[in-house]
């Protein structure tokens, strides 16, 4: 009897063996701890800084041509996409000199709108890809008429990656026109704002 039941617990302790060896398998473990999200930026400098940029010319005439270029650099961490809108142009009649009231000028008070210097100023809204003032092949106009015609939007999507820049330029043209003397004494403001956006805003 003894020696059955010896035989049963050595029958016993021989399955246990079995089965545990049947489980053992190698491992090894490796940890990921401290992950870290920082969120990306989007930072647009214009002319190198945050302020508002302005621009002021007086004294205007028929073959003048002045013009502004703004330097715009994606100072953040991500790229974007540069658009340009919010373009309003205004000009004021400042009442009428003889020349302007002889030539038929019928707006001489000093109302907004009333002037005509928007209509006899030709103006390009361009792309300047490389900032170096000039039209080159790829380079996009994006307007180019008289400034009293210009949309309120423009949508061309310019890229600018992170870290780079690019430039915009408007150049104002006063070509002799008929209508030049209604412009005597008037003045115009022309306001817009860049936006630069992580998506294209005309897909």
């Known amino acids: 009897m003894k020696k059955l039941l010896f035989s049963f617990v050595v029958l016993g302790i021989t399955?246990?063996?079995?089965?545990?060896?049947?489980?053992?398998?190698f491992s090894d473990t490796e940890t990921s701890s401290a992950n870290t999200f920082t969120a990306g930026t989007l930072d647009l400098k214009v002319n190198g800084g945050d302020t508002n940029v302005s621009y002021t010319f007086s004294n205007l005439h028929p073959g003048y041509q002045p013009n502004m270029s703004y330097r715009l650099r994606n100072d953040g961490t991500i790229n974007g996409y540069?658009?340009?809108?919010?373009?309003?142009?205004?000009?004021?009649?400042?009442?009428?000199?003889?020349?302007?009231?002889?030539?038929?000028?019928l707006t001489c008070g000093s109302g907004i709108n009333e002037g005509e210097l928007s209509a006899v100023l030709n103006l390009r809204l361009m792309h300047d890809a490389n900032c170096n003032g000039w039209r080159e092949a790829g380079e996009q106009i994006l307007f180019e008429g008289y400034a009293s015609n210009i949309a309120s939007t423009y949508l061309p999507?310019?890229?600018?990656?992170?870290?780079?820049e690019t430039c915009v330029n408007v150049l104002i043209n006063w070509w002799n026109t008929s209508n030049d003397n209604l412009a005597q004494g008037d003045d115009m403001t022309l306001d817009m704002a860049f936006e630069l956006s992580q998506v294209k805003m005309n897909p």
């Open 15 to 25: 399955s246990v063996l079995a089965i545990g060896a049947t489980t053992a398998y």
């Open 82 to 105: 540069l658009n340009i809108k919010d373009i309003v142009v205004k000009s004021a009649e400042n009442g009428c000199t003889e020349p302007e009231s002889s030539s038929g000028d």
């Open 157 to 164: 999507d310019i890229s600018v990656l992170a870290g780079q």
